[in-house]
């Protein structure tokens, strides 16, 4: 299997080491060993969904490149930043759902941004710091096309 670790500094500075691995059918059973000290105490979650990633990729013969990207823990600032972000989409996702509804009622457009708020805020990540934000990536080209898949992790610091 080859593996490269690189470094990548994403949107507010949020540093991430980057393992990039391509797998072969022959090898994926060392994706249950594949070192991962940045992902901490995380490290057995993380190599359980990169092997069902590759399953669900249904690589079959070809090659899987794989890619994890885990960040170094959180700052506050960091955590903030990412924080105010949710709440902007949730406000424009609320917002441009319950604008047809106010050509009817303004309370009812209330009422409908309200509970699309609600819906959004229990399904997005708030985030502390120390938290560590962790992304899987998999990628199989040929058989019937390209095929790409991602699944995300937020392990929090509590």
Do not use: W
Not at 93 to 118: F, L, R, T, W, Y
Not at 119 to 125: A, E, N, P
Request: glycine letters at 6%.
């Amino acid at each position: 299997m080859n593996i490269e670790r690189t470094q990548y500094i994403g949107h507010y500075g949020i540093t991430f080491t980057v393992i990039r691995l391509t797998v072969m059918p022959n090898n994926r059973q060392e994706l249950a060993t594949l070192c991962l000290l940045q992902a901490k105490a995380s490290a057995i979650e993380v190599r359980l969904r990169l092997r069902k990633l590759y399953e669900k990729m249904l690589a079959r013969d070809l090659p899987c490149v794989m890619t994890v990207a885990v960040s170094k823990p959180l700052t506050r600032e960091q955590a903030d930043c990412l924080n105010n972000r949710n709440n902007l989409i949730k406000k424009i996702i609320s917002g441009a759902v319950a604008a047809p509804v106010g050509i009817i009622s303004s309370k009812a457009e209330s009422i409908v941004e309200n509970a699309i708020s609600d819906l959004i805020s229990r399904r997005i990540h708030n985030f502390h710091s120390a938290d560590i934000v962790i992304g899987l990536d998999a990628q199989v080209s040929g058989g019937i096309g390209p095929q790409r898949s991602s699944v995300s992790m937020h392990v929090y610091s509590r």
